[in-house]
Structure formats: C-alpha cells, structure tokens
C-alpha cells in the first residue's frame, strides 16, 4: 500500500545509505566546521521495478523491549493503544505532496483511517516532540486478504515526513531524541 500511495504523490523512502554534509557555526573568536551524516531517499517511481529499489531500507518491526516499555511508560501497560508496531515512512520534497498522500490514503476503500496526528499544525505543541514535526496516519488495511489471515484489525501506523525534517533527524538527533523520550518517562 506504502508503495503506491508513494507513487501517486512523488513520496521517496529512505535508503540504507547516507552521505557526508558539513556546516559552518562561528562565534566572535572563530570559525567551525563540523561534519555529520544525512539519509538519501529515493522517489518510489522512479525506482519500482528496478535493482535500485534494493536500496530502500523499509522499517522493522517495533522490537518487543520498546513494546513493552511504550505500553507501561504511556498506556498504563494496556497494550491495545501501541499502535505503531508496525510502521513504514513516506518521505516529501513539499507540503503539497505529503497533502496529496494523506488524501490518497483517507480516500482508499480498503483503508480505515483510525486517527490522523497532524504535528505540522502551528497550534501543537513541538516541545512534546522535541521540535520533529510530520504527520502520523493510524490506518487498518481490510482487504480480502487481510480478513482471509484474521489481521484486518490490526492499527499499522504511516509517517509522513517532509525530506527537510528528516535530514534533521539524523543519528545523532535521534540518539538525543531517545534521551529526551527517555527522561519524559514515554
């Protein structure tokens, strides 16, 4: 499904590589230039069907450990809430294509949108997130098939990022993110 909605509204995922970028900070004594990573995405349509999609590095799994720790830590250990088990992300070069994918996803007859989490509205609070903004689509797929495997209830969760804040969010953002989750006790 991830594939497709991406498709249809230029959405890229993130592939396992990643590539060197500097930056410049100075203050009234000197100059600094300190380097880091950034993740590489590539456009769904542009790569489907060729080796170059071998590149994509889709998401795992939520492990067990983060699980149970999300569950206790947020749901007062009632498991039904941790909806994001199972995850993918769809990463956009404009606000217009991200809107055009939330569009696709809310008008698919074998999707049922179970919430929407818009953190790039300006009225959320980004302290909550440490500043990260996309938006969060809580979906179930009911499909003859999801229905054949007993699974068309399950709450998968899609992000929906903009390419801008994802190269942000990079190893070490996200290792201070953790930190930050962390001493909020979520």
């Known amino acids: 499904k991830v594939q497709a909605w ?3 509204s230029d959405g890229c995922f993130q592939t396992g590589e990643t590539r060197a970028a500097s930056r ?3 203050d009234s004594q000197s100059v600094r230039v300190s380097t880091y990573t950034q993740p ?4 769904w349509s542009s790569v489907k069907g060729s080796a170059d999609a071998d590149a994509i ?3 795992k799994v939520k492990s067990p450990g983060r699980a149970v720790q999300k569950a206790t830590r947020l749901y007062f250990q009632d498991f039904s809430y941790v909806v994001d088990l199972c995850r993918q992300s ?3 070069d404009s606000v217009q294509d991200l809107t055009c994918c939330l569009r696709v996803i809310t008008s698919d007859p074998e999707v049922a949108v179970v919430r929407v989490k818009n953190r790039l509205d300006p009225q959320v609070d980004s302290t909550v997130s440490a ?4 938006v969060l689509v ?3 797929v009911v499909t003859s098939e999801t229905l ?3 699974v068309e209830t399950h709450v998968c969760e899609v992000q929906l990022i903009l390419k801008a804040m994802a190269r942000i969010k990079n190893d070490e953002g996200h290792r201070r993110y953790i930190a930050f989750r962390n001493l909020r006790g979520e």
Do not use: D, M
């Open 40 to 43: 590489t995405f590539v456009r």
């Open 6 to 8: 991406a498709e249809v």
């Open 138 to 140: 809580n979906l179930r």
């Open 148 to 150: 054949e495997i007993g």
């Open 24 to 26: 410049c900070s100075q």
């Open 57 to 59: 590095q889709w998401a």
């Open 90 to 92: 769809i990463y956009f």
């Open 131 to 134: 500043g990260f903004r996309n």
